[in-house]
């Protein structure tokens, strides 16, 4: 999906989601390990980018899930 992006990606657990239009309800942002556990699950305000600067998760591949609204958006994540 076009609609949200992740750079850098793969990254040293400092990345940038940005979402292309603007949204006007909740985002939660949700990090899984790719057994399905949840590693971290951030509230945040409204906007069009969002910073996560998060050093306890370790090196590996993930998804991570953006929820606004009623859209739901996955982007596989690499921390190196």
Same mark, same amino acid.
């Given at each position: ?15 940038? !989601? ?7 309800? &909740? ?8 057994? =399905? /556990? ?11 980018? !969002? ?7 370790? &090196? ?8 606004? =609204? /009623? ?10």
């Amino acid at each position: 999906n076009t609609e949200v992006e992740v750079y850098p990606n793969p990254s040293n657990a400092e990345f940038r !989601i940005m979402m292309k239009e603007q949204t006007h309800s &909740a985002v939660t942002m949700s990090i899984f390990s790719l057994n =399905g /556990n949840m590693l971290l699950r951030k509230e945040v305000q409204p906007m069009t980018a !969002i910073n996560v600067n998060n050093h306890q998760i370790p &090196a590996g591949v993930y998804i991570l899930k953006i929820e606004t =609204g /009623n859209q739901i958006y996955h982007k596989r994540i690499i921390i190196r």
